[in-house]
C-alpha cells in the first residue's frame, strides 16, 4: 500500500498487479472506508483509494461543484493512475455522482462505471445529512482531549455507534488538541449542490455500468430509471438484500462478489 503526496487530489495505492480501479468515496468519508474492498479484489485488481477534495489528506476548495470536482479527479489520474491506459471507476453516493460526472466528462479514462446507491438526479436524505454536520459542528474541541471525548459528546445526537464511529474517522490529533480532516463549514453551506445533480444534457457514456442499490436505502427509486438510461445506456441494476445506503460497509463481501463477476465480464 503506497500513497500520492498531499495536493489537490490525495490518494493511496492498494495492490501493484491487475487492472485498475479507482474508489470514491461519499460525504464525510476517505478513500481509506474502501481498503476491504481494494484487497478482496486484489491480486486480479490494483486498486486507486482518492480522497476527493474537501475530504481526506486533499486539498479544500472555496465551493463545492461536481463538474470541478470531477476534472480534479481526472487531472489527478492523468497524471498517474490512468496514464497509460482506462480505469475502473467505483463511486458511492457523492462519490458515485463524482464518477457519474468523471465518465460523461472525460470517457476515455473510464472503462466500466460502478455506481454504489445514488442516482443522477436530486434528492435523497439531505436532512439527515444535515443533522450529522450540524452535529459535528457543535462539538467543542477545546474539550476533546482524546477520541473518546467526542464521541461521548456526540451521543446523544448521534446515538448509532457504528455512524459516529465514521464521521469520528475524521477528527486528526493536531498539536496539543484536535481538528477536523474535512471541510465541514463548506460542506454544510453547499450541502444542496451536493444533494443536487448538474445539467448533463446530452452527454452519454456507452460502456457498461453497474449500479448497486441497498434494499433498505430510497436513494435509487424506480423513477430515476429512466435518467439512469439515458445517460448510461448500458445500465445494469443490482439490489443487495440487508443493506442500506453504506452498502460496501454493510455488505462487505457480496458487494466485492458484485464487483469482482462485473469487472472481470468481457465487453460485448
Do not use: C
Amino acid at each position: 500500500m503506497s500513497s500520492s503526496a498531499p495536493g489537490t487530489v490525495s490518494s493511496t495505492t492498494v495492490g501493484d498487479t491487475g487492472d485498475p480501479v479507482v474508489f470514491l468515496h461519499g460525504l464525510f468519508g476517505q478513500g481509506r472506508n474502501f481498503t476491504q474492498i481494494a484487497k478482496a479484489l486484489a491480486p486480479e485488481h490494483r486498486s486507486l483509494l482518492v480522497d476527493l477534495p474537501d475530504h481526506g489528506r486533499s486539498a479544500w476548495t472555496d465551493a463545492f461543484d461536481y463538474a470541478a470536482t470531477a476534472d480534479a479527479v481526472a487531472a489527478h489520474l492523468r497524471a498517474g493512475f490512468a496514464a497509460d491506459r482506462p480505469t475502473h471507476v467505483v463511486g458511492h453516493s457523492m462519490g458515485g455522482k463524482v464518477a457519474m460526472l468523471l465518465a460523461l466528462r472525460h470517457p476515455d479514462l473510464v472503462d466500466r462505471l460502478v455506481v454504489a446507491d445514488i442516482a443522477p438526479a436530486a434528492g435523497g436524505n439531505v436532512g439527515e445529512f444535515a443533522h450529522l454536520l450540524d452535529s459535528l459542528a457543535g462539538l467543542d474541541l477545546t474539550a476533546v482531549m482524546r477520541r473518546g471525548d467526542a464521541d461521548q459528546q456526540l451521543a446523544d445526537r448521534i446515538p448509532d455507534a457504528r455512524v459516529r464511529g465514521f464521521l469520528l474517522q475524521n477528527l486528526r490529533a493536531d498539536g496539543g488538541g484536535f481538528r477536523w480532516q474535512a471541510n465541514l463549514d463548506l460542506l454544510r453551506r453547499d450541502l444542496p449542490v451536493i444533494g443536487g445533480f448538474p445539467d448533463v444534457e446530452g452527454a452519454t457514456f456507452d460502456h457498461p455500468v453497474l449500479w448497486v442499490a441497498g434494499s433498505r436505502s430510497d436513494y435509487v427509486r424506480p423513477e430515476h430509471d429512466p435518467q439512469m438510461r439515458r445517460l448510461f445506456p448500458r445500465t445494469t441494476l443490482v439490489t443487495l438484500k440487508g443493506a442500506g445506503h453504506w452498502v460496501h460497509s454493510e455488505q462487505p463481501e457480496a458487494f466485492a462478489s458484485v464487483l469482482r463477476t462485473f469487472l472481470r465480464a468481457t465487453s460485448d
